[in-house]
């Protein structure tokens, strides 16, 4: 920073300097302040392309180095599948895709990028799911890891989910694969960032991870077992009542507890979901409890009013045979 400064600050020196940081590391640029006063005077925020705009960066930079790129692919087959489905086509999303049309024309000795390459790379499904498997090889022995990272942030019905560190953790866990938050974030998710795979939000605070594409999400559910994705169901069922008990204060129902019966030895929950969970089944066996005494007592209540009935009927047949008897005495 120190020597950042002084070239700027030196008289002979006519030079001038240009930084392109991620929106996510952008505060950092805070530790400067104290040398450049002037660090956030000029900023540019590079938001999603349009249309147009996605066109010219793929085609204007190649012509450059004397690379053509055929504009109706661009056009026609390749914008239309990354164009999100809020609007806008996502910077790094078009590089990754266009690097791999771009590796593939080298290959051949083209200097010319078209269907050719589309087409062989596996459309922009095949592009990002190669991608996605050059950046998981990188994990080495710890490729099972990052899988059941990735799995994490993928829904049973195979969609992207936005989550927090500690659900993503209680979600591996329960798949079997222990890790801390710590480690997950540190070893994990930043790499998982840094390559595009998963963009980070700030929500309340708290960073919350989700898919770059829907595209990753079907590559993803593929890896996705009937077994996980049973457990996944579970896992779940309990986010949307943990979310309703927080309103509401409505606990599990019994149904809901017997769904997740089978898998309770898997789960591995964040304390509070723990807390529920135990909850709702204390309160469900004092609800059974309360149910049995009721109908004890209901059973009680029968058996006395039939044991009275014959009762009565007996005593009467006893009060009759004792006159009978007594009118046999008298007439003899």
């Known amino acids: 920073i120190a020597e950042l400064a002084a070239c700027l600050t030196a008289a002979r020196l006519d030079v001038k300097f240009l930084f392109a940081i991620r929106s996510d590391y952008f505060a950092l640029l805070a530790e400067f302040e104290d040398a450049l006063p002037q660090i956030f005077t000029h900023q540019i925020h590079l938001e999603r392309l349009t249309e147009a705009q996605a066109v010219e960066a793929v085609i204007k930079p190649a012509e450059r180095l004397g690379i053509q790129v055929d504009e109706p692919m661009v056009q026609i087959k390749l914008l239309p599948e990354l164009l999100a489905k809020d609007g806008g086509i996502e910077p790094p999303l078009l590089q990754i895709v266009c690097d791999a049309l771009y590796q593939h024309a080298q290959n051949d000795g083209r200097s010319v990028v078209d269907m050719r390459d589309y087409e062989a790379v596996g459309d922009v499904t095949g592009a990002l799911g190669n991608y996605l498997h050059e950046k ?101 069922l309990i986010d949307r009542a943990y979310e309703t008990y927080q309103a509401t204060r409505v606990l599990l129902e019994r149904s809901a507890l017997q769904a997740l019966k089978p898998f309770e030895t898997q789960l591995a929950l964040p304390p509070e979901k723990q807390t529920f969970l135990d909850r709702s089944k204390t309160e469900t066996r004092k609800q059974r409890r309360g149910l049995w005494l009721k109908v004890a007592a209901a059973l009680m209540a029968v058996a006395l009013v039939v044991g009275g009935g014959f009762g009565y009927q007996a005593y009467q047949q006893y009060q009759e045979a004792l006159k009978q008897r007594k009118e046999a005495l008298r007439q003899k």
């Open 136 to 236: 998981l090889r990188q994990f080495g022995t710890h490729q099972a890891t990052a899988r059941a990272a990735l799995k994490a942030l993928v829904t049973a019905e195979g969609t992207k989910r936005a989550s927090f560190v500690p659900e993503l953790c209680s979600r591996i866990s329960s798949a079997g694969q222990r890790i801390t938050e710590e480690e997950l974030r540190r070893d994990y998710l930043e790499k998982f960032v840094r390559d595009r795979l998963v963009r980070v939000d700030e929500v309340e605070g708290a960073a919350r991870y989700e898919l770059s594409h829907d595209y990753l999400a079907r590559h993803i559910e593929a890896w996705i077992e009937e077994s996980e994705r049973e457990l996944t169901k579970a896992l779940e």
